[in-house]
């Protein structure tokens, strides 16, 4: 070494070193291929202890390797854990996606709310709706309505979820499909508001009609595909035996 000189330096990897939750991470560099890297957050994820710094913390140092924000790699660890039901760390990679101003979409709502529901945090998805979603009813996809309408029914939170149906109706946006409504109806007997029951039912009997000639209709369809199937089969059978008589 020249005089003077300092030690070398050497680039720290942030993965390598032991994160918050105690566990030493291993080296991952630019060379890893996009699939080894996600499978390595998801394991590392799953092994760790339950604590939001643990997990922030292992987030912050997998993407520190990235020059743009790896929003769809994360898309698939959080498909991942879904798949483990690891709801608690679903929630935890979501609200520190949203804490770096990624993911602001309707499809990373769905998948906030689901999991809070599915942890048990009913309270806490009905507070991130009211603060994040509910000030656009007017476009609000129904798929995220749907979900929210029936978080309510399944917590026994009727109050919010007749509350959230009326926001809908003052829209004029019409439920596209008779569970909806069915839990909506649901909801106004067993708070006793028996008027808004009738009300409901009267304004949206056309669902019920087209459900009902919709499921008579498929089973018609099916009847004659399997008629049509077994008229094949018997003619395919004759020619068959005309075949083999001709040839005798």
């Not at 918050?20 to 291929?33: A, C, M, P, R, Y």
């Not at 649901?186 to 304004?203: H, I, Q, S, T, W």
Request: aromatic letters at 8%; one cysteine or more.
């Amino acid at each position: 070494m020249a005089p003077g000189s300092g030690p070398p330096t050497t680039q720290v990897n942030p993965l390598s070193q032991p994160n918050v939750g105690g566990i030493l991470k291993h080296q991952i560099g630019q060379n890893v291929s996009r699939k080894d890297k996600v499978q390595f957050l998801v394991t590392t994820l799953i092994d760790l202890k339950d604590s939001k710094e643990a997990v922030y913390g292992t987030l912050d140092a997998w993407v520190a390797w990235e020059q743009k924000f790896p929003i769809g790699p994360l898309k698939n660890v959080i498909l991942a854990l879904e798949k483990e039901y690891q709801w608690h760390k679903v929630i935890q990679v979501i609200k520190w996606m949203l804490s770096k101003g990624q993911g602001n979409t309707m499809g990373t709502y769905v998948q906030l709310i689901r999991a809070l529901d599915m942890d048990n945090r009913a309270e806490e998805a009905h507070q991130f709706w009211v603060k994040k979603v509910s000030v656009d009813l007017h476009s609000v996809p129904w798929q995220l309505c749907r979900l929210m309408l029936s978080v309510y029914y399944r917590n026994n939170m009727l109050e919010n979820l007749v509350k959230l149906f009326k926001g809908l109706e003052a829209f004029d946006r019409k439920p596209p499909e008779k569970s909806i409504v069915q839990r909506v109806v649901d909801a106004y007997e067993m708070l006793g508001l028996l008027e808004e029951k009738e009300r409901v039912l009267e304004k949206y009997k056309d669902i019920y009609t087209k459900t009902q000639t919709g499921h008579k209709k498929s089973k018609e369809a099916s009847v004659k595909k399997k008629k049509k199937s077994e008229k094949r089969r018997q003619t395919s059978a004759s020619d068959s035996i005309v075949g083999t008589m001709d040839d005798t």
